[in-house]
Each structure stands twice: as structure tokens, then as C-alpha cells.
């Protein structure tokens, strides 16, 4: 918001610049922005710290069903606490990356510190010594990555080659233990594939930061599993992100109007 | 054929690499009702349990009888219960059968007399059987109580010790995945996920507000209070997330230690309160630790920080909390203990918003209570053999 479209660009015969507060830019027609001789600009040095917590956090809070648990704790019904109530371990699991950009990377960088066997799959391989610093394997073919992961990330931008990326044959490859959790942009996965992998406990469980659109709507099937936490698209929800993205997002819009070096420009 | 029974129940079994073979079994049941040990006194039966199983002739018993004998002649093994919400979880009772006679609570109540022999340890499994003076009367051959779990604060250390029974707990199985709960919680409270989660599912949510931020956890401040095997554990996994890490210990760690985390010594809790973003509590109760952070060190911690539990609820006062809570004294807290637990339903701590409490799932995995299982029983088998034991813990 506000959204670009051609009546409002039409209507603002000096515009230089849109500056973008986050790094997705999937929401902006960029040719059309770019015929009118509007330069676009994001944030991703802001917004990688964050966003890649987040995605730990999401990891962990899954597979140690902390949301379950938190319920547990408060419930009006809890008498004990049953001792056959388990979780799944992080520490020395595998950890497919799918994206293996900033965010990307800086996942690797914390997973490696819990032990985990770090794959990732990503249009270009990273320099061996980026690999070897973070313990990660490539996988040229994502299958696999799905097969052997027992949690698999996504950490793509939304393009037309990553719509839907993850649909219902890459879920069945997933082992039936894995977790996926999405901190990238809701339609890289096939939602409806994702309803029913869920359903039939094709893969253990999900936890989505991001989905089509957000919110879901109120009766989306996704909203009654039990196997998926979702979080609402709190990737760059802190104080600090905000403050350096709006500062990130000043700086570059300032470099176009300036004719200074754009420092993100897309 | 005193011989060949003897040498049915010669299986070497060894439970975790680099565990000692475990080549002295049990026994003949004239010697078991005697509570035999293997290094009092029985030097004869112990070498003649050592020789080759070729010695005795070659003679070999059918399984099903040796599979029955082996069964009666193993030590018993005093559990609580087996399977359901506070038994021990069906797999690992399973473990234990292949070293021991597995006894319930109820069996040994149902018939004392016999049993009491038996029993030369009991499996304590999130603080049951409860370890009290007339059980220990009971168990004239008990001799080794097997934690399953770290924490023996629940056991009357001093008491046992008396009856010249030893105690054994599970540092090794418990360290990893309690780490990573502390980094969850952490995690979790800095990012507000839970209330997250709620805002994701709840029917009034129509939009997702810009204005609901949570802090930063990375190059953030961590204070770790209590500098063990877990809270190393902490603070290696910390200092992926480029946090500053400060901790407090009874002893400076080695300083390739601290250098290989990063992490600065406070010699002073105060210091690190003051300076630390979050805290993070990873302490052993005792009668040091209990009521440790209380109303004063709430105070100065900062009203930015936020308060992580993995070791004991009795470290922190609580009532001292809910009032550091209510008036945002600190920001938060995350709970994965409390006394007692479950809290009562009616507890302020349960009202509070600014709060997420877990119960009790610091080992609540898969392979943790695997690990912990087998390090329990490798310490009872050790014990009760006679050899180096892992993890015993003495009375101070």
C-alpha cells in the first residue's frame, strides 16, 4: 500500500522513485513502472536479520510444538502434564534450504550452530568457501534436498519460476517426519496440495509466516489443522527492522532523487 | 547345568559406544536373594561368569527357557507404572526389560514380601515413584535410585545416601534439546509468535496490522545464568545469532571456552541483569540457587529485558515475578518450569499477557527420552555391577 497502478502513475508527472519498505517487490508490476520511468528500490540489507530469525523460530516452535504446549500450560482442563507427549529434535537434523540468498544463508549460518546437516538447493551454486563456513551441501536437483531434509525452508523470492514451486509431488517426496515452513511469499506453495499433504500426514507438519493472501480467509482449511502453526507475516516485525528499512528505503529513494548510486535497486 | 544357566545370561551388552562390556550378569537366584554385587565378595561366581561360554561344554539352552530364566534372574527394577500419562513410555520400558525385571508400583504392593527382594533399583521418572523414608525401608537390596532427567532436586539426596544407596541422573541425553528450548523460547517470546499464532487464526482478525512489533534477538544481549554443559550449549547457539553473550557461573569457564562462544564473565549477577536483553536462567536448584532471582534482580534487569526459565521454577519467586510482569518492570517472561507443575488454573502467572509458559517439554522429544533411558540404565547396570559409574551424584 498505497498499490501502483497505471492511474496513479499517470497522475504523478514528477515521480523518480518507489521506494519499497521490505524487500519483496512481488506486489509491483515492474515493467510497468519501469515504461514510465519510475525507478523501484527495496530493503534487503534490513530485512535479512529478522526474517531469518523468524525462520528459526518457526522451525523450532514447530518441532517442539510450543504453540500445543503454551495451550497446555494455560488450559482451564490441565491437571498434569502427560510424560508421553513428545516432540521431534533440531539439534543434528537436516535442514534443506530452498533459497540460498541472504536470508538464506543467514539460516544457515544459526542452524549450523544446533549441528544440523545443511542442504540447500538454489539457482546458483555459493562459493566453497561460503559453503564450507556454514556446513552446507548443494543439492543441484531439489528432489533431493526434499527426500533427505527433515526440514525443508523456503527462502526464495516470488518470481514466475518459484509460483508454486512446492506442490503436491514435492510434498510427497518430503519424508513423512518433515517439517516446511515458508517465511518467503505465500504462493511459492500450492496451498490446497498443502490442505491435503496435512490432512493425510504426507509430511509430519507446516508453519507458514507468509500465505495467499493474508490473511487467509476465515474458513480456510488451513486455519483447522492441528499440524500447522501460522504466524501473521511477522518476518520483519521488530522495532530495529522497521526502523532500518524506513532508514534503507529514505537512503535509496534519496539516491535517485540525488542521481547518486542506488544502493537496491530492482 | 548351575554352569549353563549361569552362561545364558552372559550376553555382552553394551547400550552407548564407549560404554564398558558389560559381561558380568546375574545370577544365580540363590545369589540374587542374597542381593549379591558383583565386587563383594563373589570373586568365584564373577570368574566364573568371565570364562567362555565354550568352557561349559558347549551346552546350550533353547531360548524360550533361557529367554524365562534370564527374565526371573535379572535385577529388578522398581517404575512407577508402564504406558498412559506418568508411566514410562512403552519403548523404553521395553529397554529397560532387556537388563531388567521390570516392577510396577502395583506389582510391588500387591506382594511386598516377595518383591522387596527383588528391587535392587528404581527408575524415577519425573519425580515418581516419590523416594520417601518407609520406600527405602522396603528395599532391604536396593542400590541405586536411576534418574531420568538431570535435575534430582526432588530426591532427598542426604536420606538416601544414608541408606547406602546411590543416585544417578542423565547429564548427557538432556543437554542438547533443553538448549534448544531455551533458544525457542527465546525466540518466541522476542517475536511475540504465540500471540502471532492467535492473530493468524482468530475469527475477528480481518487485516494484519503494521503497527505489532516484537524486539530483535539478533546482536541483542544474552545473559546466561548458570554456565553448565546446557548453558554452554546456549551460548554456542547464541552466538550464531551475533548476540552479545555475558554469563554468571559459581566458576570462570577456561578462557578458550569463553573465547570459542564469545562470551564475557560477569563476576557480579548484577552486571549481567543490568546489560543483558534477555536472561536466561540455566541453573541446578539448590539451596544457592532457589529463590535466586527475586524482586531485587527483577529490578534491575531492564524494562526492555526479557526473563527465560529452563532450569527449576523454584529459582525464581515467583510472586515476585507476577508483580514485575504486571507493572512492566521487565517485558517478558517465558516459562518452560514453574512450581508447582501444572500451576494452580487460577495462578496470576496464567492471566498475564506478557508471558508464554511451556510445560516441562525441555526433553520432551523422541530421542532425548530414548537417551535418557539408555543413560539411565547404563548408570544402574554400572552400579549394580560394580563398575565406574557415569553419572552419580553425591549429597553435598
Same mark, same amino acid.
Given at each position: 500500500?498505497?498499490?501502483?497502478?497505471?492511474?496513479?502513475?499517470?497522475?504523478?508527472?514528477?515521480?523518480?522513485?518507489?521506494?519499497?519498505?521490505?524487500?519483496?517487490?512481488?506486489?509491483?508490476?515492474?515493467?510497468?513502472?519501469?515504461?514510465?520511468?519510475?525507478?523501484?528500490?527495496?530493503?534487503?540489507?534490513?530485512?535479512?536479520?529478522?526474517?531469518?530469525?523468524?525462520?528459526?523460530?518457526?522451525?523450532?516452535?514447530?518441532?517442539?510444538?510450543?504453540?500445543?504446549?503454551?495451550?497446555?500450560?494455560?488450559?482451564?482442563?490441565?491437571?498434569?502434564?502427560?510424560?508421553?507427549?513428545?516432540?521431534?529434535?533440531?539439534?543434528?537434523?537436516?535442514?534443506?534450504?530452498?533459497?540460498?540468498?541472504?536470508?538464506?544463508?543467514?539460516?544457515?549460518?544459526?542452524?549450523?550452530?544446533?549441528?544440523?546437516?545443511?542442504?540447500?538447493?538454489?539457482?546458483?551454486?555459493?562459493?566453497k568457501e561460503e559453503e564450507e563456513?556454514?556446513?552446507?551441501?548443494?543439492?543441484?536437483?531439489?528432489?533431493?534436498?526434499?527426500?533427505?531434509?527433515?526440514?525443508?525452508?523456503?527462502?526464495?523470492?516470488?518470481?514466475?519460476?518459484?509460483?508454486?514451486?512446492?506442490?503436491?509431488?514435492?510434498?510427497?517426496?518430503?519424508?513423512?517426519?518433515?517439517?516446511?515452513?515458508?517465511?518467503?511469499?505465500?504462493?511459492?506453495?500450492?496451498?490446497?496440495?498443502?490442505?491435503?499433504?496435512?490432512?493425510?500426514?504426507?509430511?509430519?507438519?507446516?508453519?507458514?509466516?507468509?500465505?495467499?493472501?493474508?490473511?487467509?480467509?476465515?474458513?480456510?482449511?488451513?486455519?483447522?489443522?492441528?499440524?500447522?502453526?501460522?504466524?501473521?507475516?511477522?518476518?520483519?516485525?521488530?522495532?530495529?527492522?522497521?526502523?532500518?528499512?524506513?532508514?534503507?528505503?529514505?537512503?535509496?529513494?534519496?539516491?535517485?532523487?540525488?542521481?547518486?548510486?542506488?544502493?537496491?535497486?530492482? | 547345568?548351575?554352569?549353563?544357566?549361569?552362561?545364558?545370561?552372559?550376553?555382552?551388552?553394551?547400550?552407548?559406544?564407549?560404554?564398558?562390556?558389560?559381561?558380568?550378569?546375574?545370577?544365580?537366584?540363590?545369589?540374587?536373594?542374597?542381593?549379591?554385587?558383583?565386587?563383594?565378595?563373589?570373586?568365584?561366581?564373577?570368574?566364573?561368569?568371565?570364562?567362555?561360554?565354550?568352557?561349559?561344554?558347549?551346552?546350550?539352552?533353547?531360548?524360550?527357557?533361557?529367554?524365562?530364566?534370564?527374565?526371573?534372574?535379572?535385577?529388578?527394577?522398581?517404575?512407577?507404572?508402564?504406558?498412559?500419562?506418568?508411566g514410562v513410555l512403552e519403548n523404553?520400558?521395553?529397554?529397560?526389560?532387556?537388563?531388567?525385571?521390570?516392577?510396577?508400583?502395583?506389582?510391588?504392593?500387591?506382594?511386598?514380601?516377595?518383591?522387596?527382594?527383588?528391587?535392587?533399583?528404581?527408575?524415577?521418572?519425573?519425580?515418581?515413584?516419590?523416594?520417601?523414608?518407609?520406600?527405602?525401608?522396603?528395599?532391604?537390596? =536396593?542400590?541405586?535410585?536411576?534418574?531420568?532427567?538431570?535435575?534430582?532436586?526432588?530426591?532427598?539426596?542426604?536420606?538416601?545416601?544414608?541408606?547406602?544407596?546411590?543416585?544417578?541422573?542423565?547429564?548427557?541425553?538432556?543437554?542438547?534439546?533443553?538448549?534448544?528450548?531455551?533458544?525457542?523460547?527465546?525466540?518466541?517470546?522476542?517475536?511475540?509468535?504465540?500471540?502471532?499464532?492467535?492473530?493468524?487464526?482468530?475469527?475477528?482478525?480481518?487485516?494484519?496490522?503494521?503497527?505489532?512489533?516484537?524486539?530483535?534477538?539478533?546482536?541483542?544481549?544474552?545473559?546466561?545464568?548458570?554456565?553448565?554443559?546446557?548453558?554452554?550449549?546456549?551460548?554456542?547457539?547464541?552466538?550464531?545469532?551475533?548476540?552479545?553473550?555475558?554469563?554468571?557461573?559459581?566458576?570462570?569457564?577456561?578462557?578458550?571456552?569463553?573465547?570459542?562462544?564469545?562470551?564475557?564473565?560477569?563476576?557480579?549477577?548484577?552486571? =549481567?541483569?543490568?546489560?543483558?536483553?534477555?536472561?536466561?536462567?540455566?541453573?541446578?536448584?539448590?539451596?544457592?540457587?532457589?529463590?535466586?532471582?527475586?524482586?531485587?534482580?527483577?529490578?534491575?534487569?531492564?524494562?526492555?529485558?526479557?526473563?527465560?526459565?529452563?532450569?527449576?521454577?523454584?529459582?525464581?519467586?515467583?510472586?515476585? =515475578?507476577?508483580?514485575?510482569?504486571?507493572?512492566?518492570?521487565i517485558r517478558a517472561a517465558a =516459562?518452560?518450569?514453574?512450581?508447582?507443575?501444572?500451576?494452580?488454573?487460577?495462578?496470576?502467572?496464567?492471566?498475564?499477557?506478557?508471558?508464554?509458559?511451556?510445560?516441562?517439554?525441555?526433553?520432551?522429544?523422541?530421542?532425548?527420552?530414548?537417551?535418557?533411558?539408555?543413560?539411565?540404565?547404563?548408570?544402574?547396570?554400572?552400579?549394580?555391577?560394580?563398575?565406574?559409574?557415569?553419572?552419580?551424584?553425591?549429597?553435598?
Open positions: 500500500r498505497p498499490n501502483i497502478d497505471q492511474e496513479l502513475l499517470e497522475s504523478l508527472p514528477n515521480l523518480k522513485v518507489i521506494g519499497n519498505f521490505g524487500v519483496g517487490v512481488d506486489h509491483l508490476d515492474l515493467k510497468m513502472i519501469s515504461n514510465f520511468g519510475v525507478k523501484v528500490t527495496n530493503t534487503p540489507h534490513a530485512v535479512a536479520d529478522p526474517t531469518a530469525d523468524i525462520g528459526i523460530a518457526l522451525m523450532l516452535a514447530s518441532a517442539r510444538r510450543l504453540v500445543e504446549g503454551c495451550q497446555i500450560a494455560v488450559s482451564p482442563d490441565t491437571k498434569y502434564f502427560a510424560v508421553d507427549w513428545l516432540g521431534v529434535e533440531v539439534t543434528r537434523a537436516t535442514l534443506g534450504i530452498i533459497g540460498m540468498g541472504s536470508i538464506g544463508y543467514k539460516v544457515a549460518q544459526r542452524a549450523r550452530a544446533f549441528d544440523m546437516r545443511i542442504l540447500y538447493h538454489n539457482r546458483n551454486r555459493r562459493r563456513a556454514v556446513g552446507a551441501h548443494y543439492c543441484e536437483k531439489m528432489e533431493d534436498l526434499l527426500q533427505q531434509s527433515d526440514f525443508v525452508m523456503l527462502v526464495v523470492n516470488l518470481t514466475p519460476e518459484t509460483h508454486r514451486l512446492i506442490g503436491k509431488k514435492e510434498l510427497g517426496l518430503m519424508k513423512p517426519t518433515a517439517t516446511l515452513i515458508n517465511i518467503s511469499r505465500g504462493a511459492v506453495i500450492d496451498q490446497d496440495a498443502l490442505v491435503e499433504a496435512l490432512q493425510n500426514k504426507v509430511i509430519r507438519a507446516a508453519a507458514l509466516d507468509v500465505t495467499y493472501p493474508e490473511p487467509l480467509p476465515r474458513d480456510h482449511p488451513l486455519l483447522k489443522l492441528n499440524n500447522i502453526i501460522i504466524t501473521p507475516h511477522i518476518g520483519t516485525a521488530t522495532v530495529r527492522a522497521s526502523r532500518m528499512m524506513a532508514e534503507e528505503a529514505i537512503a535509496n529513494m534519496l539516491a535517485v532523487l540525488n542521481g547518486q548510486p542506488i544502493p537496491s535497486e530492482v | 547345568m548351575f554352569r549353563s544357566k549361569a552362561f545364558s545370561l552372559l550376553k555382552p551388552i553394551s547400550l552407548m559406544s564407549g560404554q564398558p562390556n558389560l559381561a558380568y550378569k546375574f545370577i544365580h537366584p540363590a545369589i540374587a536373594s542374597h542381593g549379591h554385587r558383583c565386587h563383594r565378595g563373589s570373586v568365584d561366581y564373577r570368574q566364573r561368569y568371565k570364562t567362555c561360554p565354550s568352557s561349559a561344554g558347549g551346552r546350550t539352552i533353547s531360548a524360550p527357557q533361557t529367554k524365562v530364566m534370564a527374565e526371573e534372574e535379572l535385577p529388578g527394577v522398581l517404575v512407577l507404572d508402564v504406558g498412559g500419562t506418568h523404553l520400558a521395553a529397554l529397560l526389560k532387556e537388563h531388567f525385571r521390570l516392577i510396577t508400583m502395583k506389582e510391588f504392593l500387591e506382594n511386598k514380601k516377595e518383591m522387596s527382594k527383588k528391587i535392587q533399583s528404581v527408575f524415577v521418572l519425573e519425580c515418581r515413584p516419590n523416594i520417601d523414608q518407609e520406600l527405602l525401608e522396603s528395599l532391604p537390596n =536396593l542400590k541405586v535410585i536411576g534418574n531420568f532427567g538431570v535435575g534430582v532436586d526432588h530426591l532427598d539426596l542426604k536420606m538416601i545416601s544414608n541408606f547406602g544407596v546411590k543416585v544417578t541422573n542423565t547429564p548427557h541425553a538432556v543437554a542438547d534439546p533443553t538448549a534448544d528450548i531455551g533458544i525457542a523460547l527465546m525466540l518466541a517470546s522476542a517475536r511475540r509468535l504465540v500471540e502471532g499464532c492467535q492473530i493468524a487464526v482468530s475469527p475477528d482478525t480481518k487485516y494484519f496490522a503494521v503497527d505489532w512489533l516484537g524486539v530483535e534477538v539478533t546482536r541483542a544481549t544474552l545473559g546466561i545464568i548458570g554456565m553448565g554443559s546446557i548453558g554452554y550449549k546456549v551460548a554456542q547457539r547464541a552466538r550464531a545469532f551475533d548476540m552479545r553473550i555475558l554469563y554468571h557461573n559459581r566458576n570462570r569457564r577456561r578462557k578458550e571456552e569463553e573465547e570459542a562462544v564469545g562470551a564475557h564473565y560477569c563476576e557480579k549477577m548484577e552486571d =549481567l541483569l543490568q546489560q543483558s536483553d534477555f536472561v536466561m536462567l540455566v541453573v541446578n536448584l539448590t539451596p544457592e540457587t532457589h529463590r535466586l532471582i527475586g524482586k531485587k534482580e527483577l529490578g534491575l534487569m531492564k524494562p526492555t529485558a526479557t526473563l527465560i526459565n529452563i532450569s527449576r521454577g523454584a529459582v525464581i519467586d515467583q510472586d515476585a =515475578l507476577v508483580e514485575a510482569l504486571q507493572n512492566k518492570v =516459562l518452560d518450569v514453574t512450581y508447582p507443575e501444572p500451576l494452580p488454573r487460577d495462578h496470576p502467572l496464567l492471566k498475564l499477557n506478557n508471558i508464554i509458559i511451556t510445560p516441562h517439554i525441555g526433553t520432551a522429544t523422541v530421542r532425548a527420552s530414548r537417551m535418557m533411558a539408555e543413560e539411565a540404565i547404563a548408570n544402574m547396570l554400572a552400579v549394580l555391577n560394580g563398575q565406574p559409574i557415569p553419572s552419580e551424584v553425591f549429597p553435598k
